[in-house]
């Protein structure tokens, strides 16, 4: 009997620490409804009345003085008008080849005919001394210029390396259109 109870006490002793390992789990679905706040006031922006617009009329610029290119832009210097307005540089670089100094890039052309003129490339040094520089032209030859994109070329004339300096697209002659 002692042996029966010994063996109860011991198997409901394992039954006990093999229970106290598991742990179950389910997974239960809530259907509620979620809580709705009460609506709140919200505060409307009221516009506030502003102060009339105040009308500027300018008369219009006349005179032997007051002249515009045909596209009806104000000339306000004749020598660089063209140049300033409708000439964009890109896609420049420079590089040496045999010994020498070139410069090639784009033109581009902005006016509604072609522009014809002159224009050099300057290379300065950290003193701001013309320490090179080359005539931009066409493969044509001149810098008569196209509406839209035009190669250009220089050939550079430096006794120095120009290649880290800064550099300055500078017109020699006006440009006007052709």
Not at 168 to 176: D, L
């Amino acid at each position: 009997m002692r042996r029966n109870i010994l063996i109860f006490c011991i198997a409901s002793l394992l039954l006990l620490l093999l229970g106290y390992g598991c742990v179950r789990q389910d997974a239960w679905l809530s259907y509620s409804t979620p809580e709705t706040q009460a609506p709140t006031a919200t505060a409307f922006h009221t516009l506030s009345p502003t102060r009339e617009p105040i009308t500027v009329t300018f008369e219009p610029v006349q005179g032997e003085d007051f002249h515009t290119d045909r596209r009806g832009i104000p000339i306000l210097d004749k020598e660089t008008h063209y140049f300033t307005y409708y000439l964009a540089f890109s896609d420049l670089r420079i590089y040496e080849e045999d010994g020498y100094s070139y410069l090639d890039g784009i033109c581009t052309n902005s006016f509604d005919g072609t522009l014809s003129g002159e224009a050099r490339v300057c290379f300065y040094d950290g003193d701001e001394k013309l320490v090179g520089f080359g005539q931009l032209h066409t493969a044509e030859g001149g810098l008569t210029l196209a509406v839209g994109a035009n190669r250009i070329y220089a050939e550079i004339l430096s006794e120095v390396n120009i290649q880290q300096l800064t550099f300055r697209i500078e017109q020699t002659a006006p440009f006007n259109p052709s």
